[in-house]
């Protein structure tokens, strides 16, 4: 079965107007292409000038924390020295009191050998006195 297409009468009218309307309608679908494009090509732009931005303000940070880093550093180091010159100095210290105290001390007996020595001969000498009152009066008494 076979069907004849649908004949439909011409108007010319008709024809140049809906010709009319589809030139108007592609002039505005050209300007909102146009706009839309412009649109996107702006955000393009500022999304470029955004991540341009960003990796220059993370370029930024980066300096600036490896700059702290490296300041961190020279004061660890500082510090490190000063930590090792305080010890050095204790040391020194510690050993010249210790140096100090010993030489103290090797006077101090010195000293007290001296005071024994002279304590010693002190009652040698009272014991020979002694020994000297006694025979006397021994010798005193036997008279």
Known sequence: MSVAPYATPVNPDRAREALAELEAGRGELEHFLEEIFGQWERL????SERQRATVAHRQQIEQQLREQAEELRRQRASIEEEKQRIRE??????SEAAAEFAEAMVQQRRQMAEERAQWLEEITRMRQLLELVARRGTATSGK
């Open 44 to 47: 393009g732009q500022q999304c």
């Open 89 to 94: 100095q204790v040391r020194r210290e510690v």
